[in-house]
């Protein structure tokens, strides 16, 4: 088959699945349709309906879109059969039911921005980092019953610089991420619709426990300071610059507001103060007193109702920060 004759429905939602959709575009795939999420309503009312990036682009370039509300409503289940796709492509999407993803004769392989089979889950880029990984990657697996848990196709590696955010690695794999999904294609094609692929079991290590990658919610981006500096340097980098990590800052008075952290590193030297104390460090700089009385010195900041800031700028609005402390 040539690759002009494949049918494909691709399915994503945000600007990480926005480069894959180009690329299949631009390297003369027939993508015959586009599935995503339903447009959202913004604005301080609601009032206003935000589609996805996706979207977007897909409008840009006259693809049919699909966005159904449930991905098992019949009405959406024959829309979708209707494209008669062979292959169905999946980047940062959702769960999908059997009745959509056995659909297509070649099967649905899905892009995971992780090795599997670690990080399997729906953030697997931000829980590479925050448990210290210096590398991650891209992986495609077919979709089968249970979530991340398919065959895989093909992997790449991507080296995590040592103080890299979530920012610089997202972008890095979502580059990756397009790349590896063409060869996939293109593997598919050579096959005949049937590529070799790797039970996820087999690329398992004996005693190597599998990390997870559960989706994030604010209350699992709290800084635990009983952690070490260096580890909570990693929670940073981690949730750095979305969605942030955050703690919460209690002036002498009792005074309590939210403070995020965007940038840190380990200061040297240990703290007699208790977990959570205030150590200042010369006139523009601070650090915080974390798990062993290690401390993590704060680069850059952000408190409730102010802009992103230098630690410096920070302490220059604020008088004897020394006796403040994190919770």
Same mark, same amino acid.
Request: proline letters at 6%.
């Given at each position: 088959?040539?690759?002009?004759?494949?049918?494909?429905?691709?399915?994503?939602?945000?600007?990480?699945?926005?480069?894959? #959709?180009?690329?299949?575009?631009?390297?003369?795939?027939?993508?015959?349709?586009?599935?995503?999420?339903?447009?959202?309503?913004?604005? +301080?009312?609601?009032?206003?309906?935000?589609?996805?990036?996706?979207?977007?682009?897909?409008?840009?370039?006259?693809? &049919?879109?699909?966005?159904?509300?449930?991905?098992?409503?019949? !009405?959406?289940?024959?829309?979708? +059969?209707?494209?008669?796709?062979?292959?169905?492509?999946?980047?940062?999407?959702?769960?999908?039911? !059997?009745?959509?993803?056995?659909?297509? %004769?070649?099967?649905?392989?899905?892009?995971?921005?992780?090795?599997?089979?670690?990080?399997?889950?729906?953030?697997?880029?931000?829980?590479?980092?925050?448990?210290?990984?210096?590398?991650?990657?891209?992986?495609?697996?077919?979709?089968?019953?249970?979530?991340?848990?398919?065959?895989?196709?093909?992997?790449?590696?991507?080296?995590?610089?040592?103080?890299?955010?979530?920012?610089?690695?997202?972008?890095?794999?979502?580059?990756?991420?397009?790349?590896?999904? #063409? =060869?996939?294609?293109?593997?598919?094609?050579?096959? /005949?619709?049937?590529?070799?692929?790797?039970?996820?079991?087999? #690329?398992?290590?004996?005693?190597? &426990?599998?990390?997870?990658?559960?989706?994030?919610?604010? =209350?699992?981006?709290?800084?635990?300071?009983?952690?070490?500096? %260096? +580890?909570?340097?990693?929670?940073?980098?981690?949730?750095?610059?979305? &969605?942030?990590?955050?703690?919460?800052?209690?002036?002498?008075?009792?005074?309590?507001?939210?403070?995020?952290?965007?940038?840190?590193?380990?200061?040297?030297?240990?703290?007699?103060?208790?977990?959570?104390?205030?150590?200042?460090?010369?006139?523009?700089?601070?650090?915080?007193?974390?798990?062993?009385?290690?401390?993590?010195?704060? /680069?850059?900041?952000?408190?409730?109702?102010?802009?992103?800031?230098?630690?410096?700028?920070?302490?220059?609005?604020?008088? =004897?920060? !020394?006796?403040?402390?994190?919770?």
């Amino acid at each position: 088959m040539r690759k002009e004759d494949l049918r494909i429905v691709f399915m994503g939602t945000p600007e990480f699945a926005v480069p894959t #959709l180009k690329a299949m575009i631009d390297n003369g795939y027939n993508v015959v349709a586009v599935v995503t999420q339903p447009d959202k309503p913004v604005g +301080r009312h609601g009032s206003v309906l935000q589609p996805s990036q996706v979207k977007q682009y897909a409008v840009e370039h006259g693809l &049919p879109v699909l966005q159904p509300v449930k991905m098992k409503d019949p !009405e959406f289940v024959e829309q979708l +059969r209707s494209y008669n796709a062979n292959l169905q492509v999946v980047v940062a999407f959702r769960m999908l039911p !059997e009745v959509v993803w056995d659909m297509p %004769e070649y099967g649905t392989f899905n892009v995971h921005a992780a090795l599997l089979p670690q990080y399997r889950g729906a953030a697997p880029i931000n829980w590479a980092i925050i448990n210290g990984e210096r590398q991650t990657g891209v992986s495609t697996f077919f979709l089968d019953h249970d979530i991340d848990t398919g065959r895989v196709i093909m992997q790449k590696p991507f080296d995590i610089p040592e103080n890299a955010d979530v920012e610089y690695v997202y972008d890095g794999l979502m580059q990756l991420g397009a790349d590896i999904c #063409l =060869e996939t294609i293109e593997r598919i094609i050579d096959a /005949d619709g049937h590529p070799e692929s790797i039970p996820q079991e087999k #690329l398992m290590t004996a005693g190597q &426990p599998l990390n997870q990658a559960p989706k994030l919610f604010k =209350e699992n981006c709290r800084i635990d300071w009983g952690m070490e500096a %260096e +580890r909570v340097r990693n929670f940073v980098r981690g949730l750095s610059p979305v &969605p942030g990590a955050w703690t919460t800052l209690v002036a002498p008075d009792g005074k309590e507001m939210v403070m995020k952290l965007y940038k840190t590193h380990v200061a040297q030297g240990h703290s007699t103060k208790g977990t959570g104390g205030i150590e200042l460090i010369g006139r523009n700089s601070f650090a915080i007193v974390a798990g062993n009385g290690t401390l993590l010195e704060v /680069d850059e900041l952000q408190v409730a109702g102010k802009k992103r800031m230098r630690a410096a700028d920070f302490l220059n609005g604020i008088k =004897e920060f !020394e006796k403040y402390s994190v919770m």
